[in-house]
């Protein structure tokens, strides 16, 4: 029996910004006490900062502890026969999480509640994305590597159908410019407006909804390209010096360029395609769903036609091993560009596990053209285990080229295809299925041709005695219409109704752009502090990636944001116990991992060796008999 029975979620939306609640609903049926594991997927983006149990009928507050801490404080109670409570992001990846409910009795029921805020992309056809991720596909670790293997790896799978748990979800969206409509890829109740000016609607799930895929959800309001500015009060009674003391600055920008100058029609695009086992399946598990590799295909042979003439282009593909169509770059001409259509079309999901990390070193070893600024191309279904050796690989030669990448199918890593796009300063899309993919890449394209933006920078106007600490890096990738982000913590007294002005300036070409933004300084104190919830993801996921990781200063950085936000990070988890049970549980728990719906892996594919079976909790990675 699987103790998870169901998980509620309630997701507000307001504008561009996410508040969920997901409580998951235990019960042992089992005539022993049981240790349940959850191991599931979530946006790298999102900010998680409560996690809570309720048990024999009490509510217990997890504490956010140092991750050695809680997992010292979850073992001790573990042994001591207390319910105990543990949720933690995983060490390989910030997109992955696992929640343990320890020592629940035979009979007991639980429910755990985590929340979490993220901002919500706004997609190439105007939507904003709201996705509850479901698919965590087995990540690829590569022989010869120093890394465990995965723990998406080793979690039991069931196929798709057959999850023994549910999901009930309702969504509401909130925006000033007005929805005038709600779509998803799962079955929806019509969208119902809850105010009278259509700035507000709600829409659920169908009831019984197995949750064997990804839920999408894409609300198309009014307008969703104005610039804005969100400032939220600091919270009083924190310690000062906090990044929850003082009030937090959510600036979006929508930067703009002199019209008919936006593109370049030079540049050397060279295109990295995953050929590796896993691109065998399925986009998504709706019936008659192509294969990945199919949709990496298209998606190619879409951008291989759109290409500029005189550019220069290149194709590799990879798996455990790699090839190019060419040995090096060659002039894009319509007799070298049906050529390539030709090869593209033939490629096959052949060449084994997903190694991603040697291609790329041998793309950044190949000299490049001065007048043809690189753009590397990146189509994969993110089924890697070293993401960060290779977004370090990316950040290393970012001043080479940049980077765009494509999630192709369900479950893609959300850690790898985003951290890739920015380490190398270029924008990420997440394909799932037929839908939306040309403008998708379109979009892409039409970013790659814009030439670098350079001389980036903030300038802020604001009363005597208020200051800005930039907390977010300022963006070093900005596109033509694509919404640009940037937190800002403003310190310092305002007595009064002012107001201040912040500039962001950058050169394009020759000429200095500047865009503009005003905002109130004085400010209501907020319900949650969301804006400072992300202000704190943003800062935390830029310091675990950066150059200086290791460094003892960034780490104590990192821990004492985590600590002061409640945000999760790569150092801290949340850990709850309950010391006044009337039950303690005598002896060892038995552990029980909940199963997760496994995509198409019906297949034994002889080139790559691998081999899933779907009803045990054991999976053969890629590469490996």
């Not at 073992?75 to 319910?83: T, V």
């Not at 698919?135 to 790896?153: C, E, F, W």
């Not at 197995?210 to 969703?224: G, P």
């Not at 298209?298 to 190019?324: D, M, Q, W």
């Amino acid at each position: 029996p699987v103790p998870l029975q169901g998980i509620v979620a309630d997701v507000q939306v307001t504008g561009f910004v996410a508040n969920i609640s997901a409580t998951l609903k235990y019960k042992n049926e089992e005539k022993k006490a049981v240790e349940a594991v959850f191991v599931f997927p979530m946006d790298e983006d999102s900010a998680v900062y409560s996690f809570e149990a309720t048990i024999e009928g009490k509510k217990i507050v997890a504490d956010l502890q140092e991750k050695k801490e809680a997992h010292k404080t979850y073992d001790e109670a573990m042994s001591r026969g207390d319910q105990a409570f543990l949720l933690e992001e995983d060490e390989s990846s910030a997109d992955v999480f696992s929640c343990s409910v320890g020592n629940l009795p035979p009979g007991q029921e639980a429910e755990v509640t985590l929340k979490y805020v993220r901002e919500l992309p706004v997609e190439a056809d105007g939507a904003v994305r709201f996705a509850l991720p479901a698919i965590l596909n087995p990540r690829y670790t590569p022989k010869g590597t120093n890394q465990d293997v995965s723990i998406t790896a080793t979690r039991p799978q069931v196929p798709i159908g057959e999850i023994p748990y549910t999901l009930s979800l309702k969504a509401h969206f909130k925006s000033t410019y007005g929805i005038a409509k709600i779509e998803s890829n799962c079955t929806i109740t019509p969208m119902e407006y809850t105010d009278c000016d259509k700035t507000s609607a709600q829409v659920s799930l169908e009831e019984g909804h197995k949750f064997d895929r990804d839920v999408e959800i894409l609300a198309y309001y009014t307008d969703v390209n104005k610039p804005s500015v969100i400032v939220e009060a600091g919270l009083g009674v924190t310690a000062a010096g906090s990044i929850m003391a003082e009030s937090v600055a959510m600036l979006n920008f929508y930067p703009s360029f002199p019209a008919g100058q936006e593109q370049s029609n030079c540049g050397e695009f060279i295109f990295l395609v995953d050929r590796s086992g896993s691109m065998e399946c399925s986009m998504n598990n709706e019936p008659n769903a192509p294969q990945r590799i199919h949709s990496a295909r298209e998606t190619l042979v879409l951008l291989l036609k759109s290409l500029p003439l005189r550019c220069y282009f290149n194709i590799y593909g990879f798996g455990s091993h790699f090839e190019a169509f060419f040995p090096e770059s060659v002039e894009y001409t319509q007799k070298s560009m049906e050529k390539a259509v030709k090869k593209v079309n033939e490629m096959d999901a052949s060449f084994g596990g997903t190694e991603i990390l040697q291609p790329l070193q041998k793309i950044y070893q190949t000299g490049g053209r001065a007048e043809h600024p690189r753009q590397l191309f990146v189509f994969t279904d993110g089924e890697v285990g070293n993401t960060k050796q290779v977004i370090n690989e990316v950040q290393k030669n970012a001043q080479k080229h940049r980077c765009f990448t494509f999630g192709i199918g369900e479950g893609a890593s959300t850690s790898l295809i985003k951290g890739m796009a920015r380490a190398g300063s270029g924008t990420f899309e997440f394909i799932t299925g037929k839908d939306r993919m040309q403008p998708k890449v379109l979009r892409a394209l039409k970013c790659s041709l814009q030439p670098t933006v350079k001389d980036v920078s903030l300038t802020w106007t604001l009363p005597s005695g208020v200051e800005a600490i930039v907390l977010s890096q300022v963006p070093n990738a900005i596109f033509q219409g694509q919404r640009s982000i940037v937190y800002a913590q403003l310190k310092g007294k305002v007595e009064s109704e002012v107001e201040g002005e912040v500039c962001l300036q950058y050169k394009f070409k020759d000429e200095i752009v500047k865009n503009d933004l005003r905002f109130p300084l004085k400010v209501q104190n907020a319900e949650s502090p969301t804006i400072h919830r992300l202000a704190a993801k943003t800062l935390i996921s830029e310091l675990e990636h950066g150059t200086e990781t290791q460094s003892e200063e960034v780490k104590k950085k990192i821990l004492e944001t985590s600590l002061q936000s409640g945000v999760v990070s790569s150092l801290t988890a949340y850990v709850a116990v309950n010391k006044d049970s009337k039950t303690r549980v005598e002896g060892p728990a038995v552990r029980r991992d909940v199963p997760a719906p496994g995509m198409s892996f019906s297949h034994f594919n002889a080139a790559d060796r691998s081999l899933t079976p779907l009803t045990t909790s054991v999976y053969l990675r890629e590469g490996n008999k």
